[in-house]
């Protein structure tokens, strides 16, 4: 348990299917990050939410939906996902300084059919 | 562009000492993580550094030298649970993490 849980952690869905990854932390941190991780590639930064405002989309597409309800909460709604968007999803808490590091949670291995 | 450098696999033997070196070109510098991530599991940070120099931590320790643009994470007496991803990030100008596509490490009996 790292103080940030992810659900479900595995999923496996449809391209015309539509999904929500969950996010949560209650270590009092006021920003939270969704990653994409593929295989021997680099964490790619897809969305940021500071106070629950989103300050980071990097150009991702708007099959991606995030939603940040409160602070402690982060939602990734998918559809009409295509085959190369199955990853590894992680969602990060960060709180003030950014040497104190990101906590992250297990992620959601998400695979489209 | 910004990129960041690190072997993509690396193996050692148990009981041994093992170096992970990670370059990087950001635009700009305001500090290096280490982070360490089992198969399946969250990434768990390991380290920090922002000025030059040795950091020891238990058996791990990081070093960073700014000016060469480099950093390295020495484990030693490893151990078969130290058989993981590490993944170098650095901080940059507009306090972004770039991220490095990390390093396979594979410990031996």
């Known amino acids: 348990e790292t103080g940030v849980t992810q659900t479900p952690r595995h999923l496996v869905m449809g391209m015309t299917n539509k999904k929500s990854l969950k996010c949560e932390q209650h270590?009092?941190?006021?920003?939270m990050y969704w990653y994409k991780q593929s295989a021997k590639k680099p964490l790619e930064l897809m969305f940021v939410?500071?106070?629950?405002?989103?300050?980071e989309n990097n150009s991702v597409p708007s099959r991606f939906s995030p939603e940040c309800p409160n602070s402690s909460h982060l939602f990734l709604h998918l559809h009409t996902l295509q085959p190369e968007d199955s990853a590894l999803y992680l969602c990060?808490?960060?709180?003030?300084?950014?040497?104190?590091?990101?906590?992250f949670g297990s992620g959601t291995r998400l695979t489209v059919v | 562009g910004q990129n960041i450098d690190q072997p993509t696999e690396m193996t050692a033997t148990e009981g041994a000492i093992v170096q992970i070196n990670c370059t990087y070109q950001?635009?700009?510098?305001?500090?290096l993580f280490w982070y360490q991530q089992h198969a399946g599991e969250a990434p768990t940070f390991l380290s920090y550094?922002?000025l030059d120099g040795l950091e020891e931590k238990g058996r791990f320790s990081s070093f960073l030298s700014r000016s060469k643009g480099y950093s390295y994470l020495l484990l030693k007496e490893l151990q078969m649970k130290d058989s993981a991803s590490y993944l170098c990030?650095?901080?940059?100008?507009?306090?972004?993490?770039?991220w490095g596509a990390g390093t396979k490490l594979i410990i031996k009996p």
């Open positions: 990060a808490s960060s709180q003030g300084e950014a040497a104190d590091g990101y906590t």
């Open positions: 270590l009092g941190h006021n920003a």
């Open positions: 939410y500071n106070f629950k405002e989103q300050t």
């Open positions: 950001t635009s700009g510098f305001n500090g």
């Open positions: 550094n922002v």
């Open positions: 990030a650095v901080l940059d100008s507009n306090y972004q993490l770039i």
